[in-house]
């Protein structure tokens, strides 16, 4: 069993900056993925990042690719979603997620069996 719990959610102007952290627990990560996905008001859960646990390799949505930064923190069982130039369509309550490493990337919500509570993110225009 994986515990997820996201932070650092808020209302930013466009073109602004935030960090959203997800802190995972139980389970040990080492062959897990851990993705970040955001889901509007009306739209469906979609994928906007992940990182391999153990080798650190790192996937983007095109939407988001050249602003957003994910990382992990191994000592600190930490991940971590850098985002710069916030744009208003960026405005979502923003998931952490974690699955089995497989040996593929999987990019559907449906695909990741644990999930955090989420983080609301609001950019105004």
């Known amino acids: ?25 139980g389970r040990i990560l080492r062959n897990y993925v851990m993705g ?9 859960r979609e994928f906007v990042a ?3 646990w153990s080798y650190g390799g790192t996937s983007y949505a095109d939407s988001v690719k050249g602003r957003f930064t994910i990382s992990r923190d191994m000592p600190k069982n930490m991940v971590y979603l850098q985002m710069n130039s916030l744009k208003p369509e960026d405005t979502a309550v923003y998931y952490c997620a974690a699955d089995p490493y497989s040996g593929s990337y999987y990019y559907g919500a449906h695909e990741y069996d644990y999930w955090g509570q989420g983080t609301q993110v609001t950019v105004s225009s």
């Open 36 to 44: 970040w996905f955001r889901q509007a008001p009306g739209k469906e």
């Open 1 to 25: 069993q994986v515990q997820l719990v996201e932070s650092g959610g808020g209302l930013v102007q466009a073109g602004g900056s935030l960090r959203l952290s997800c802190a995972a627990s």
């Open 50 to 52: 992940l990182v391999n």
